[in-house]
Every structure is written in C-alpha cells, then in structure tokens.
C-alpha cells in the first residue's frame, strides 16, 4: 500500500474513532437508540446469554409462551459473537466501530478503483466522502447490511476483474457474517444475479467468478440461516405474520417509497438524499458530457428508484396473496445510501475539478449536518443533555440496580413466575432475567397472538389505531391502552397514570402471569382485582415501577 494511502486510511480511522469516542468516555451513561434495537434485539441476546442459548439450538426460551431459539437468529451472526466475548454495553461499541469502519473501508475502495478515474483530486474527494458515509446513521442492529453494499460491490467488481479472488470471496463470507441476509443479502443475490445477466449478454461469455462469488456467498448465507429457511419452508409453528394485513393503499406506498428516495429509510440509514440528488442532477446538466460515469450513474440511480417504487405497491396491489404479505420486497431501499453517497462523490469531484471547491464544501458540510439531525442515537443524546427532552441513557433504561432491587423484594422464582410490562418496553425486564408474556418479535405462533388478544381486546376496542397496529401487524405484543397509546416509556417525572384500564386479569391469570410491571399509576387497579405490591424507584432511576401482583388478589 502506497504511504498517501495509508494516511487517508489513517485519517478515516480516526473519524471513525472520534464518532466511537463519545460511548467510550460516557460509558453506560449514553443514550441508545431504544427503536429497533434495545427494545428488542439487545435484552434477547442478553437473555439467551444468560440461560445459555447463544450456541445451542437445542434450547427454547421461555419468553412470552415458549419460543424456539432459532426465532432469535443464528449462531454464526458475528454480532452473536461479540455479545458472547464482551458486556452488553462493549459488544454495541464494538458493532459500532466495525459497521462505521467497513462502510469507510467499503467506499474508499469503491470509489478509488472503480467509480473515480485517476485525476487530480480524486483520492482526496473519495477521502471525504467515505468519511461522510461512515458517519450515516446505520441501525447497529442490523450489522454491515446497508453499510457494507460498497464493500460487496467492491468485491465483486474485483472478482469481474479477476483480481485477489480469494480475498474478495473472503470479503462476501465476512459479509454474510456480519449482516442480515432477509434485509440485505437476499437483495444482494438478486442484484448479482441480474448483473450477471446482463454481463453475460453484453460480454457474450458467462462471467465465471462473480458467479462462483453469487454461489459462494448464496450458500452461506442459506447455511447461516438455515433453520430460518427451514421454518419457512417447512414451518413447525404458525406465525403471526400469516396475518399480516397491508394497511397501505397504493397511494400511500408511493408516498413511502418517495420517501425513502428523499430521505433513504431509517433502517438502512437516513441522508439528505434528495439534496445530493439536487447536486448530482446540477453537475451532470453542466458536466455530463465530459463524464461517461455520471450517465452510468444515473442510469443506475434509476433503476434502483425504479425497483423500489415497484416494489412497494406489490404487497396493497396484491392483499390476499400472504407469501407478498410476508416479505418486504421493497427492501432494495438498504442500497440507497451507498447509491447517494457515490453520486455525491461524482458530484463533489466534478465539482472540484471546475473550481467550484467552495459550493462542494458547502454541499458536504450539509450532508454531514444531515447525517447527524438523522441519526437517532446522536440526535436522542443532544436531546438529553440539552434537557429538551427526558430521555434515558443506557444505564438508566435497563436499570439493573433497581431490578435487582425488585428481584430480592420479590419472589419471582425463574420461568415459572412471568410478568407483563405496562407504560414501558418489557425489553427491560428481559434484560433484567424476568421473563416476560408480553414482547416484541418478529416471529411467535399466530395462537400466542390470539390468546393474548384476549387480554387486551376490550382496550383495542377503544381505539382503531391500536386495533389495527395489534391485529394486522402484531409484533409488539404489548399491553396495550387506549389512554396511553403508542407510548412505551413515561419516566418518574412524569408521574403518570391511567384511570380506565380494561383488560382481563383472568386471561392474564390462566397464562401464568403473577406480577405487572407498570411505569404509569393504574387508577383502577382494585375493581381489576389486583393488589398493589409496592412502587420501586432510587434518585438515579428513569423509571418509577408500580408493581401489581395478580394471584393473591382476585376479584
């Protein structure tokens, strides 16, 4: 490697170290994204950490009723890995670190090899931009999927070339590892596919490595996943997604899919994409005759709006056919990112090259700005420390001192006392070692879902909004009230409370529930026939939990 190359690795690095710096000096007393991420994937692998469950299949977890482990994922995810080595807290660091890296790695390589010809300019400008992208809010649940596509298109595009085989089928394994092949991998063999095609044609001769490359990477990625497949192919349990109801028309799916090419899409990580789009488009008016690449680009650019857009109207255009109901066919949207930022790059060299370096700084400098009002985590801990508004840090949210607290006061005896959580994530029991009845999941069986239903159908009677979020989608099976709505975090200072709660404490009996977990005051309490166990909280607790007991005290 060149010495100039190593100092623009160098300079990345440490962009990407000064992004990471903040969680390292904070320690647990950061705010977290709590969407998608601690409210969910980061108590489960807790919890199967501590019962056991992260290598072994074998185990079913007793959350909710009992669910089979290969609903929580596979073994083989590196996340998996570094949440075995290290804390809670160091693993989501770590992830971090690695996701931001590899999508800086990623770009540079793109860029410099492929996407820039060698002009003046040309590394210092992907430099920037590969910066840039590796400060884009990526969702850390999801690992390398959205962040490592120029990485996987890097490899790819070597294998085209015939260049360090080994090494780029090493890169698609990594990738495979380290990222979720129903949100991106499975567009990624779609993608490779088609550009195998058209290389085929055009070239008039099979393109052999990217095509051992497709294979390579299809089959680990099946092999990674495969109980997954297998529960789809062959499922041994019905789940509630067999009653997914697309509560879209065909009028809002264009406007979603509008979105994401204004603004990508949160999961695969939001960007001022139609200021670049607004850039772009200005520099290939003025310079596109001179460059052959801003055509391929754009080219390109439509393509993927154009597949995306048709995607997105497959599942209301096609209600009754459960398989579209399933699947998220939109999902090529995790390509837009790396998509914006290479045509931002194109756009800042031309840009450069004409001696416009002060608009392109300025352009960047928006972009940088975006990135950082997108990203959730970022934004949430301005939010926090500003004091605009009350959220918790990591620590506060999962609260293990206070849980503990709660565990010696009461006698919850493993899996055969559970509870469920009201006015806060049951996500924070479960990363506490109670086991929960209620809990967000992608996957449970469609007769859990009913049976909880019955729960919480006098309070879903009382607003269609909740109604149609539990009944057509379903996946967070939460106790649900119609004064509380969509909210699932009402911290001590807010004191609040609820004072109709209709739901049937005998169905809730009959599960094996003892104990309500609630964050908010329940007015009614007594004509539900619970009985009040006593409210927990200290001077560093988020939250304050009134604890209900169900057993004791009947009706």
């Known amino acids: 490697m060149h010495k100039t190359e190593t100092r623009y690795y160098l300079i990345g690095f440490l962009f990407v170290a000064i992004q990471v710096l903040p969680f390292a000096i904070s320690g647990e007393n950061h705010y977290i994204c709590l969407h998608d991420f601690l409210d ?108 490592g596509i120029p990485l996987v298109s890097f490899a790819f595009l070597n294998l085209y070339c015939q260049r360090d085989k080994v090494l780029n089928l090493l890169l698609l394994v990594f990738y495979s590892l380290f990222s979720s092949f129903i949100l991106g991998g499975f567009f990624v063999c779609v993608t490779i596919a088609a550009l195998l095609v058209v290389w085929t044609i055009r070239d008039r001769r099979i393109a052999w490595y990217p095509l051992l490359g497709l294979v390579i990477f299809s089959i680990m990625c099946i092999v990674i996943n495969w109980n997954m497949v297998v529960g789809v192919i062959h499922p041994d349990v019905v789940t509630h997604r067999e009653e997914f109801v697309p509560n879209r028309s065909v009028l809002t799916a264009l406007g979603d899919a509008l979105s994401y090419l204004a603004i990508s899409q949160y999961h695969a990580g939001c960007c001022i994409a139609v200021l670049i789009l607004a850039v772009f488009i200005y520099t290939y008016r003025r310079y596109g005759t001179d460059n052959a690449m801003l055509g391929n680009i754009l080219t390109a650019y439509l393509i993927l709006a154009g597949v995306i857009t048709l995607a997105s109207v497959i599942r209301p255009l096609f209600p009754d056919m459960k398989i579209i109901q399933m699947f998220q066919f939109d999902r090529f949207y995790f390509f837009c990112p790396a998509m914006y930022f290479v045509m931002a790059g194109v756009s800042v060299l031309e840009l450069v090259r004409h001696n416009k370096v002060r608009m392109a700084w300025v352009f960047m400098s928006l972009v940088l700005v975006g990135n950082i009002f997108f990203d959730r985590t970022v934004s949430g801990e301005l939010r926090r420390v500003c004091g605009v508004e009350e959220l918790p840090t990591y620590r506060q949210f999962y609260d293990e001192r206070l849980f503990d607290e709660i565990k010696k006061s009461l006698p919850i005896r493993g899996e055969s006392d559970k509870v469920v959580c009201f006015g806060m ?71 609040a409370s609820v004072n109709d709660l209709s739901i049937d404490c005998d169905a809730l009996r009959e599960m094996g529930c003892r104990y309500i977990l609630s964050s908010v005051s329940i007015g009614n309490y007594e004509s539900l026939g619970l009985g009040f166990a006593g409210s927990f909280h200290n001077d560093d607790s988020y939250w304050n939990i009134r604890v209900y007991e169900l057993f004791k005290f009947r009706k």
């Open 40 to 147: 969910s994937s980061v108590a489960h692998i807790k919890m199967m950490k501590d019962a056991g469950a992260l290598f072994d299949f074998s185990k079913n977890l007793p959350l909710m009723s009992v669910l089979p482990r290969y609903f929580f994922g596979n073994w083989m995810d590196l996340r998996i890995w570094l949440f075995a080595i290290l804390p809670s807290y160091k693993a989501i660091i770590a992830n971090i670190a690695i996701i931001k890296a590899c999508a800086f790695i990623g770009m540079f390589l793109l860029l410099t090899r492929y996407i820039f010809a060698k002009s003046e300019f040309s590394s210092e400008v992907a430099l920037c931009i590969s910066v840039l992208f590796s400060f884009v809010p990526f969702y850390p649940d999801y690992g390398i999927t959205s962040a």
């Open 425 to 495: 994530y049951p996500a924070v029991a479960e990363y506490n070692g109670i086991y929960t009845l209620d809990g967000y999941m992608a996957m449970y069986p469609l007769e859990y879902k009913h049976r909880f239903q019955r729960v919480i159908q006098a309070e879903l009677d009382k607003s269609e909004d909740l109604r149609s979020y539990f009944c057509d989608w379903g996946s967070r099976c939460y106790l649900f009230s119609s004064e509380l709505g969509r909210n699932y975090k009402f911290p001590a200072v807010d004191d």
